[in-house]
């Protein structure tokens, strides 16, 4: 699998049609507003933007009557054709154009891409034409305006944007836009917008009950209800399970440490400002724990002089790590202060490597496939060329054939990327797509070739000498919180039988049917069941449509006849409805539906 | 139950007979050093000392010397006689005792008992004389010495202490003795002793490798070590299946907080030397949390309007804590800085409080039991007359009644302490007596009748108005850290097999038993097992002798004739020889004995 290429968004024909439809755009604003100064349209994640210095703010209206304008624009086939020119002609040509004769000026100094960030070398100075419109641009484009396809063309919105992102800057007008190859490409993505709405995980943590998140306690630091915290405990128990099952042992190292610590592993230096405050007593500072290697190096050397024949050490832990990310950058659960990382640091000799890391793989492919994510890539980043990386070549060689060759066992589709490893080694990134197609980063595996000589871990090899051991890091689900975010968004809240907080509700239709509800509720928990009982005296009508908002699996009616007969009526959430069972039929029929990750 | 006297110490034959012990060894002492100036003498816990300022440090020879002279004194029969004496006549007898003569001047002032602390009226001054001897006492004593039987008393050891425990005072020395009624009390104290200096936590902790303490992770910071983990992890889920049996819910609330809160709950005043220093970043300060009620009274309020009809609300959580106690202070897993309390709050109506607390009393009945606690009392801390307590009398007395009622009922042995409950409401503590009769506070109950008012709780009562709920705070074991010593201690570390970190280690006699020793692991631990193979190439004594000292419960031998008959020959901890089985019939004794907790 290692020769399939990854195809990089800037080189694909996606961009390049967004990329023209900026350029349409731009000319529908200006042909409209012939005062307009205009700035930069640069492709995004699925679509693109251009913004515009204009006489006065855009209204809904004006963005149909852009669209149809640009409909106009599109199927005149209007050539994209490059032109390489001196910066004097360039400003003569820009000469009413402030923001560009501004870019032009950063051109000649060395210049930036699109997104402001420097160029490597200095570039030359290019424009695109397309009918009457001219826009300094490096391009690629379309051949002509008729490749672009105008019923999968879309604007989506207006915002405001500071030029060049800063606040200092005048406020410009923003306009978003949606492109696609086709139709059907531009409806699903638009659905997709509208699900995700529906799905955030913000909303359904709301709606279920699951967090909430207080100004008295803090930004970022949630608080999980009795449904919430079952789902944690469901979600780490079931992560424990398999790794205590592959041979990970747990351990428990707490939430802080003394400062002194990370100025060894010299996290302090590249990490301190993801770090909460310290609490500084006198000349003792502690910091709470960002991350765990540190304590599990020191739990290491703690227990004694190690020998290769303990090798492989797998120390897992559920520990609640704190970073102190910008307010402005937390949002929800995907991305807090409080992180509780199912983190293992494996301890092993260099030439176990490779089978370490085809464990971790085998963990990770596991459960990522018991939470139903079937679309995943590995990323394996690999040492570049440049010089950041700990030298020796001899290692990292052998290191990275290790990482290739248990990845072509696996089966697993992955590619490489030249110089992205972390100076410490090479690394395994899981990036996986959910139900709407948006890919997140999830697993992690990575060799590190340095922390462990910095904190002094040690073994005695059969040589009898003293050796460092590799340390492999490892998160499988990444986050308890981040990966609850994108689970509720995986499932819109409708979670597996094995993972729901309550798994059945039984509803008795009148006062009368309590009793026989208890009796049941009981059989149902001996048997494992997490169940509640809906005893309000709302109807029973009512009590169904609570229970299908709440997305609790199973519905379990009783009156009259179910009492006479021993049985519940069984109905769904999806609104599907077995109808009468036994109890018994009832918990076999959940049971197996557990057992198979339904 | 409630009728029956618990007797204070100090009302105890006991405390009579040290004290009076106590005066014997000071008049031997004196008669060996007449120089010597002689200062206190108080009963202790399980005997008593004496302070002296002597001319030359003691001998453990001197020591032997004392102990003889002490038996003839004590044979001598000699009457304790008491005498109230104007403070003239005192300071005339101890004119040649300067530490004698400023205890009176503290008498004259007011007075303080023999620990320093300032009485409530001012004393009497009276002499108690014996044989020769005379002591500023306010007594009690025996009769005379005869009543003192000297083949129960013994000196234990010499220790310096400053005078009135103020470094800046000249150093004294310290003579600890004990004393009881009979030989054979002696005995059995001098043998938990002994015992106890085997069961040692910390000395059991590093033989069992259980956890570790780091200078570089900090003071009362505990690392725990795979087995230690996962003895913390099956004491907290057992304690989890207990709560969530009993309809208790878990939630989850991190480990810090905004300093805020602690200002309007009240423990910022009352608590802030507790904890640990603050996160301070610009204007806001964080703190960990050294509990969690504001945590739990918070995520309540969150979760919006509470009615009557969801009352009792119990949210139950294993929160590490973080107490910043004097690194003097201390020790091992009995006094840590981080703590992880099985912490439960139950918020209810008034009314609810004693059907809320019987339900408290009875999961930590089933507890204790499970970890074989029979010997166990509960304090019942009541109102007393002096004003401190929040003024309500017949709310305090309905709730006094209705915990008083719940403890007649559950059938435990409690005693009432009145004047001992805190401001905001009674409550409950169990004391236990472990195996060596050491008494422990493990379990508490407190009924709070004003944290909830402070934080904003209410709900919205059957008469539709809004009241303030009452709060039960509950621990069952109390920290799992500090429960972990105790009940190292209390099994020497001989954990029952339930609780065991390891249950059962597989033993091939050699390298050729190796494949079958796997494939009976394999077929203990889907059984629910937790084995271990001990694959070294030592002899098969070794490795029995190396499991016994780990206290692992059962040893299973295996070589060709245990492979020959698909058996195991069991071995147990404590020497025992049950001999060949099937895995099928070891498999179900096993079962059998953790389902019956031993």
């Given at each position: 699998m290692a020769e399939k290429k990854h195809i990089d968004y800037k080189e694909s024909n996606l961009y390049c049609i967004r990329h023209s439809v900026a350029h349409v755009m731009a000319q529908a604003v200006v042909e409209m507003f012939p005062e307009a100064k205009y700035t930069i349209g640069p492709p995004v994640e699925n679509g693109f933007y251009y913004d515009f210095e204009l006489p006065h703010p855009l209204s809904p209206e004006d963005l149909q009557k852009i669209e149809k304008r640009m409909r106009e624009i599109i199927s005149g086939k209007h050539a994209f054709i490059k032109k390489v020119v001196p910066a004097d002609e360039a400003r003569r040509i820009f000469k009413d154009q402030p923001y560009k004769l501004e870019l032009l000026t950063g051109l000649e100094a060395g210049g930036s891409d699109e997104y402001g960030n420097p160029l490597e070398e200095k570039p030359e100075i290019s424009i695109y034409t397309s009918d009457n419109f001219v826009d300094l641009c490096r391009g690629p484009h379309?051949?002509?305006?008729?490749?672009?396809?105008p019923e999968a063309v879309k604007l989506m919105n207006i915002a405001g944007a500071y030029w060049r992102g800063d606040e200092k800057n005048p406020m410009l007008q923003r306009i978003y836009g949606t492109a696609w190859e086709t139709a059907s490409q531009l409806e699903e993505y638009l659905w997709k917008l509208e699900e995700a709405k529906k799905r955030d995980h913000r909303r359904i943590g709301k709606e279920l009950k699951l967090f909430y998140f207080s100004e008295d306690i803090g930004p970022g630091l949630p608080l999980f209800t009795p449904k919430g915290e079952i789902l944690r405990y469901i979600m780490e128990s079931y992560v424990r399970e398999v790794q205590t099952r592959h041979g990970f042992q747990h351990v428990w190292t707490g939430h802080m440490v003394k400062e002194d610590l990370y100025r060894r592993s010299g996290h302090y230096d590249n990490y301190k400002d993801s770090m909460f405050p310290p609490m500084v007593d006198g000349n003792v500072a502690y910091r709470l724990k960002p991350m765990n290697c540190p304590s599990h190096m020191t739990l290491y050397n703690e227990m004694g002089q190690h020998s290769y024949?303990?090798?492989?050490v797998r120390f897992a832990e559920f520990a609640t790590l704190y970073r102190y990310e910008k307010t402005g950058e937390l949002s929800g659960l995907t991305r807090v202060r409080a992180l509780t990382q199912d983190d293992c640091h494996t301890f092993c000799a260099e030439e176990q490597i490779g089978q370490e890391f085809a464990l971790d793989l085998q963990v990770i492919q596991e459960v990522l496939g018991r939470y139903q994510f079937k679309d995943y890539t590995v990323r394996l980043s690999l040492r570049g060329s440049a010089g950041k990386y700990v030298k020796d070549d001899a290692r990292w060689s052998r290191a990275e054939a290790a990482l290739r060759s248990a990845l072509d066992d696996s089966g697993l589709d992955y590619y490489e990327a030249k110089g992205e490893a972390a100076f410490y080694g090479p690394k395994a990134d899981f990036m996986a797509r959910d139900v709407l197609g948006r890919e997140w980063q999830l697993s992690t595996i990575q060799v590190d070739f340095i922390q462990p000589a910095r904190l002094g871990c040690t073994y005695i090899g059969e040589d009898g000498a003293e050796h460092t051991p590799v340390v492999l890091h490892r998160a499988v689900t990444g986050t308890t919180e981040r990966f609850m975010a994108i689970i509720i968004e995986q499932f819109a809240g409708a979670f597996p039988v094995w993972l729901a907080p309550v798994q059945a509700t039984l509803i008795p239709i009148a006062d009368r049917h309590l009793t026989y509800a208890a009796e049941v509720a009981d059989v149902l928990k001996a048997g494992g069941l997490r169940v509640e009982i809906d005893?309000?005296?709302?109807?029973m009508n009512a009590k169904i449509r609570d229970a299908q908002k709440q997305k609790i699996p199973y519905m379990l009616v009783m009156g009259d006849k179910e009492i006479e007969s021993k049985q519940v009526a069984l109905r769904l959430r999806n609104g599907d409805n077995p109808g009468p069972m036994s109890v018994e039929d009832f918990l076999s029929r959940a049971s197996k539906e557990i057992a198979e990750g339904l």
């Open positions: 379309v051949e002509h305006t008729g490749k672009i396809n024949r303990e090798l492989p005893d309000r005296s709302d109807r």
